[in-house]
């Protein structure tokens, strides 16, 4: 079964800076994209934005650009979400996922990291 | 952007029923449209892509139909661990990739 491996669950304060990570099997970091989604508090899924780790190309939503920074680094199979300042309100499980960027749906998913932010 | 909704936003079923699930793209999306399960404490998991092909390991009471705007996930005969909440997806156009609200399907 292929997986996504994601990092463990983070607790910060506001102001931090943090860094999670998505780690997987080679073919998908070859040839797929790597998405995040967050997951607020008993809510829905959110789509943040995608890269492809190739060659980089990164796309945002645009609630979520300016405020995340996704990465990723192909010689090690990580893809990377990051925040320079957190806020109460980026607390959520955050998924990463596989995307082949045409007719086949976001799979497969990452366990999720859940981040917790409060004073 | 495309916008996704989904009703019922709760399903009361009973063990053993269909269910059948809705949701409606607010342009069309052709057939690039998926459906997810996720369970308590779970992270979500691939159930149908292209509107109507299961994916790998999906079992066939779980079916998706519907083009354009319209779409249906049916679920024909409910089990125990098909008690969640069910989210589609478009692809058609992106980014961004969205999602609809989601169905939480419940025991009767």
């Known amino acids: 079964e292929v997986q996504l491996v994601q990092s463990g669950a983070e607790v910060k304060k506001p102001g931090d800076s943090l860094k999670i990570s998505c780690q997987g099997p080679?073919?998908?970091?070859?040839?797929?994209?790597i998405g995040w989604v967050r997951q607020m508090p008993g809510k829905g899924l959110e789509w943040m934005g995608i890269i492809y780790p190739g060659d980089s190309d990164t796309r945002y939503t645009p609630s979520f650009q300016g405020h995340v920074t996704i990465s990723a680094d192909k010689s090690i199979n990580t893809a990377y979400l990051q925040w320079n300042s957190l806020k109460a309100s980026d607390t959520a499980m955050y998924y990463c996922?596989?995307?082949?960027?045409?007719?086949?749906?976001?799979?497969?998913w990452g366990q999720g990291t859940l981040v917790n932010v409060s004073s | 952007e495309i916008v996704m909704m989904q009703s019922p936003g709760t399903l009361s079923v009973s063990p053993g029923e269909r269910a059948t699930l809705s949701c409606r793209a607010s342009q069309s999306v052709s057939s690039h449209l998926a459906w997810y399960q996720q369970r308590p404490g779970q992270a979500p998991r691939l159930l149908i892509y292209?509107?109507?092909t299961r994916a790998t390991g999906i079992p066939g009471r779980f079916s998706g139909s519907g083009s354009g705007t319209e779409f249906t996930l049916t679920i024909s005969s409910l089990q125990s661990e098909d008690f969640a909440v069910y989210y589609c997806?478009?692809?058609?156009?992106?980014?961004?990739?969205?999602f609809g609200q989601g169905t939480r399907l419940e025991i009767k």
């Open positions: 997806q478009q692809y058609h156009n992106w980014p961004p990739l969205t």
């Open positions: 292209g509107a109507s």
């Open positions: 080679g073919h998908i970091f070859t040839y797929n994209w």
């Open positions: 996922v596989s995307y082949c960027g045409g007719d086949c749906g976001l799979d497969p």
